[in-house]
């Protein structure tokens, strides 16, 4: 069973996804970081590869990318530091990136190093449903990485059950249409979530965007499978130069 399936089938409540910037805070703190992240009880990594024009990204991740832009990290530079992390590092990972990027390493050549450093799954939020129907699903499935979908409360029931299908791994809920980082009350998507669960999807939901502590994890958690954290943990890393300590006393926060 491949790791997303099995932390799903094992785990059905209250899982922790964190969402961290490769090449931040400095060029080699990405596995520390990584480690960091597990150590101190995430149930999974979103590995973003930074990249100078992040659509879906708010200031502060997007500034985590500039300064690991800055540091010197690529793609190439990246499947280096990954390529012996599955010896340390057991929880499942997808990377997060951008087509743009991707497309200049070379999609199959990227889906092929993924696969072969342990790399789970990709979110990649520009890629369209067509393109990957057509041309770069089958390249994702033919080195079994699992691929996911983005829905948020404006996309229609039809394309929800239609993203759902296509992807694998889990849903990926965006709380709202804004980008990552925006401050949301929960109560105003619990009524989404609801409705997502009361769908009956085939993959778990995982929701993200503006979850940021205990209490909004733990109202994310009640209608979904789980949630996502990226911009205040990178802001706690920010705050506290020790990887290390920042990580732990930042999910000590959230999950005890």
């Not at 990204?57 to 390529?83: C, E, R, W, Y």
């Not at 404006?154 to 299908?165: F, K, M, V």
């Not at 990926?172 to 009361?198: F, H, I, P, Q």
């Amino acid at each position: 069973m491949k790791r997303i399936a099995e932390l799903f089938a094992s785990k059905r409540k209250n899982i922790l996804n964190v969402y961290c910037t490769a090449g931040f805070p400095t060029l080699d703190s990405t596995l520390d970081v990584m480690k960091s992240l597990e150590d101190s009880g995430a149930d999974m990594i979103e590995l973003g590869m930074p990249y100078s024009d992040p659509l879906a990204d708010g200031p502060v991740i997007q500034a985590s990318s500039m300064q690991a832009l800055h540091n010197g990290m690529t793609i190439k530079k990246l499947f280096d530091q990954l390529k012996n992390f599955r010896k340390t590092i057991h929880v499942p990972v997808l990377l997060m990136g951008y087509m743009n990027p991707i497309l200049q390493f070379g999609f199959e050549k990227f889906c092929a190093a993924a696969a072969e450093c342990g790399i789970d799954g990709l979110i990649l939020p520009d890629l369209p449903e067509y393109e990957f129907e057509t041309e770069y699903g089958s390249i994702i499935r033919q080195y079994g990485l699992d691929f996911v979908f983005l829905v948020t409360p404006e996309t229609s029931e039809d394309r929800i059950r239609r993203l759902d299908s296509l992807s694998t791994g889990f849903l990926y809920a965006v709380s709202s249409s804004s980008t990552t980082g925006k401050d949301k009350k929960m109560d105003d998507v619990t009524l989404y979530l609801e409705e997502l669960r009361n769908m009956n999807l085939k993959n778990p939901v995982m929701v993200g965007f503006g979850i940021k502590d205990r209490s909004s994890f733990q109202a994310a958690c009640k209608s979904a499978a789980g949630a996502i954290i990226g911009t205040a943990y990178i802001k706690a890393l920010e705050e506290n130069g020790n990887v290390r300590q920042a990580t732990k006393s930042f999910l000590q926060a959230i999950l005890d």
